[in-house]
């Protein structure tokens, strides 16, 4: 499908073929096989032939658009290691990069910002940014957790100081917690950052309750750290209610996400249970909260997800649920314990006690 003038009703897929090129080696995880396979769901759906739908080329984004939230000297150093051959940004988290990387970089940074620009026009309803690298690890000045440039925390920045949007949600739904979103926005109360996650002890060991902004931004940072293998009940009881409460509290005037799929049970690099019918369900509460309160204002961008057979068909099912259509998807179901479930229970408990203090739940 190619782009047409006024999308207005439409669901904008933000993707380009560019973001294969970024070349992270074998056997590495974050692999142009992922976004492959959601294209393959997309194709198999004829999601692109459907009139509630269209394809929206990125751009590049600008130097001083990626200056919006990352130094100047860091943009500089990540383009010098890719132009002089690629190599490692970060060791510990096996951050890589090659030649392209810092076009594919841009391109998926642009991704973001041309997806919230088109809302904010009425040219799209709603977009899904189907981009690589993911970028919510990635902080002002250093990459993270296979993220080089931050594109949530790029697209948020554009509403502040474009559209002069004072109530933004960044609702971060990867299995790890978002450490670099986070510390972009600690301590302003024009960002609302929510995250759930999997117990940030390891990685990124950030995360976790007690950290709820500073300065300005007391208050404005929600973590819901959730133990190794927790399943379905215990995330949809933290999402339920705490996130869905605050966000009714907060009224935010734009929806973005950072749509992570590696809480799945089967992700190779996450360490929750989640199904695909557990996704599905949060982001329809997600679409139906953008619509009560923010016009439909929402925009999700890819992060994590490293199993392809899952991101096949969870993605494009949200996609269908973002055009008003029906989706289903069917699997079995992830083990459950009641152990884990009990300390799960003792940790939203324990978040609600600490937000209360800022929120009504």
Known sequence: MNEIGNCRSRTGIIFSEYFLLHRTGRNHPESPARLQAIIRGIKHLNLLKNKRCVLIKPRIAKLDELEMVHSLRYIRAVRNLCNSGGGILDEETGTLVSPESYAVARLAAGGAIRAVDMVMEGKLRNAFVISRPPGHHASRASASGFCIFNNVALAAKRLIDKFSLSRILILDVDVHHGNGTQEIFYDTDEVLYISLHEDPSEFPRSGFIDE???????????????????????YWKAFKSVVVPIVLCYKPEFILVSAGFDGYFKDPIGELLLSASLYLKVFQVIIDLAHRLSGNRLVAVLEGGYCPSFLKKIVPAVLSRMMNMEAKVTEHRPRFSITIHKIAEKIIKEVK?????????
């Open 353 to 361: 006690e600490i937000q209360s203090r800022f929120w009504n739940l």
């Open 212 to 234: 709820v902004g500073k300065g300005k931004g007391k208050g404005y940072t929600v973590n819901i750290p959730l133990p190794f293998g927790a399943s379905d009940p215990a």
